[in-house]
């Protein structure tokens, strides 16, 4: 949500979520503008986070629509491996899985499933 051709990204999203509905258009770019804004706005510190929730939001989101629409699921997948074979380096990184987890005094921790949403590359 932060890299240059965000614009590109964004008018494209707006456009499959809406279907030809101005309407529904208008309300997915207003969703998707603020969710931007707030990756914007966090710190060095939450970012990874913050992206990490908005990014879990959103693939429910694109999933469902795709799931309801099987023309609109292949175009999904037209363009995210147009995306990809025009961003090599991005694609590369948004294929990177961090994991965070502090534990203090004599407490564990156990990271188990959750919101997690893991893309294999090489299976999209």
Do not use: C
Request: net charge negative; proline share 2%.
């Amino acid at each position: 949500m932060t890299t240059d051709g965000w614009g590109g990204v964004r008018a494209w999203i707006g456009r499959w979520l809406g279907r030809g509905g101005t309407e529904v258009e208008a309300r997915q770019l207003s969703r998707l503008d603020q969710d931007h804004e707030l990756l914007l706005a966090s710190s060095a510190d939450e970012a990874d986070e913050q992206a990490g929730r908005l990014a879990g939001g959103w693939t429910v989101r694109l999933q469902d629509a795709a799931d309801m629409d099987a023309d609109a699921a292949r175009e999904l997948l037209e363009f995210v491996a147009r995306w990809r074979a025009e961003n090599p380096d991005s694609s590369e990184r948004a294929a990177v899985v961090r994991q965070k987890a502090r534990a203090s005094g004599h407490s564990r921790i156990v990271q188990v499933g959750g919101n997690q949403t893991v893309i294999r590359p090489e299976r999209s």
